[in-house]
T-cell receptor, first 114, second 119 residues
Framework: DAKTTQPPSMDCAEGRAANLPCNHS???????VYWYRQIHSQGPQYIIH???NNETNEMASLIITEDRKSSTLILPHATLRDTAVYYC???????????????FGKGTHLIIQP | NAGVTQTPKFRILKIGQSMTLQCTQDMNHNYMYWYRQDPGMGLKLIYYSVGAGITDKGEVPNGYNVSRSTTEDFPLRLELAAPSQTSVYFC??????????????????FGPGTRLTVL
């Protein structure tokens, strides 16, 4: 699976958009970009994933560059409860058997300031 | 739906003791996973299972055993606890449909974790 690079920490003011970058310059054509987050002492929580088109759900938006070498997770109106470690993970699509664990790096510690 | 549940929440073991960490999911997921997370680090895969009766090793399986006798349960066994096994353990599950399934079915749902200390 391709490796990802994220800044170790970021601050964002409450109510503003939080933009979390991720570099995945070695991503291959069949690999998806996933985002999970981990609020202190809890299990990781799925946020969103995408292949090459931008994606949006009730939690966040995912913007993937045209060359797919980087992406940005956007939390449109950050709240204090969004303070967490955010993990960007690249993994291939699975079809037919074969589970695969997620490879978590150190992620970005996002701190929402009141 | 309770999702993925884990027991116990906390446990302290002495070196050489054994214990079983319990994991249950009520989402009828085929795939289940065990991860460990050391302080300040990301998660590492210990074992996984693609269905009842089928298990396989992950990245860090040494010192652990698993079984999968039912779809719902995936217990993790530590036979001879060592200080290096002090960690937070997370169980996860995913639908894992075979064939040309949507990749969305690979989304993993995690339990709240078990914090284990070996002294």
């Amino acid at each position: 699976d391709a490796k990802t690079t994220q800044p170790p920490s970021m601050d964002c003011a409450e109510g503003r958009a939080a933009n979390l970058p991720c570099n995945h310059s070695t991503i291959s054509g069949n690999e998806y970009v996933y985002w999970y987050r981990q609020i202190h002492s809890q299990g990781p929580q799925y946020i969103i994933h995408g292949l090459k088109n931008n994606e949006t759900n009730e939690m966040a938006s995912l913007i993937i560059t045209e060359d797919r070498k980087s992406s940005t997770l956007i939390l449109p109106h950050a709240t204090l409860r969004d303070t967490a470690v955010y993990y960007c993970i690249v993994r291939p699509r699975r079809s037919g058997g074969g589970a695969d664990g997620l490879t978590f790096g150190k992620g970005t510690h996002l701190i929402i300031q009141p | 739906n309770a999702g993925v549940t884990q027991t116990p929440k906390f446990r302290i073991l002495k070196i050489g003791q054994s214990m079983t960490l319990q994991c249950t999911q009520d989402m009828n997921h085929n795939y289940m996973y065990w991860y460990r997370q050391d302080p300040g680090m990301g998660l590492k895969l210990i074992y996984y299972s693609v269905g009842a009766g089928i298990t396989d090793k992950g990245e860090v399986p040494n010192g652990y055993n698993v079984s999968r006798s039912t779809t719902e349960d995936f217990p993790l066994r530590l036979e001879l606890a060592a200080p290096s096994q002090t960690s937070v353990y997370f169980c996860a599950s995913s639908y894992g449909a075979s064939g040309r399934a949507s990749v969305g079915t690979d989304t993993q749902y995690f339990g709240p974790g078990t914090r284990l200390t070996v002294l």
